[in-house]
């Protein structure tokens, strides 16, 4: 599985973004993806994770009700809609594929990862 993580810019604080990573095969609906993030300076953190259907999802605490992440399973796509953005949310965000089908806010479920996009929010 090859993961292509896009849509990430510069945005002011407030603003919303849609983040996309395109997985490079047919068993994509077989796993659980996450997104994580990681801002300069500090270790990655987990932001959002969805099971292979997208009937299950989980997020952070401090992007719960502003991020939204989902799943098209038809194109091989999960997205990310981040909402209210704050300068706090810059970071680089990297979509993975879970080794199971569940989703897990666990870094060390995951197998593939995709090689980041660069959001930052300007205050």
């Known amino acids: 599985v090859q993961l292509q993580a896009s849509g990430g810019g510069l945005v002011q604080s407030g603003a919303s973004l849609r983040l996309s990573c395109a997985a490079s095969?047919?068993?994509?609906?077989?796993?659980?993806m996450g997104w994580f993030r990681q801002a300069p300076g500090k270790e990655r953190e987990f932001v959002a994770t969805?099971?292979?259907?997208?009937?299950?999802?989980n997020y952070a605490p401090s992007v719960k009700g502003r991020f939204i992440i989902s799943r098209d399973n038809a194109k091989n796509t999960v997205y990310l809609q981040m909402n209210s953005l704050k300068s706090e949310d810059t970071a680089v965000y990297y979509c993975?594929?879970?080794?199971?089908?569940?989703?897990?806010?666990?870094?060390?479920?995951?197998?593939?990862w995709g090689q980041g996009t660069l959001v930052t929010v300007s205050s």
């Open positions: 969805i099971n292979w259907n997208g009937g299950s999802t």
């Open positions: 993975a594929a879970s080794r199971y089908a569940s989703g897990s806010s666990q870094s060390i479920a995951y197998t593939k």
């Open positions: 095969t047919r068993r994509f609906s077989n796993n659980g």
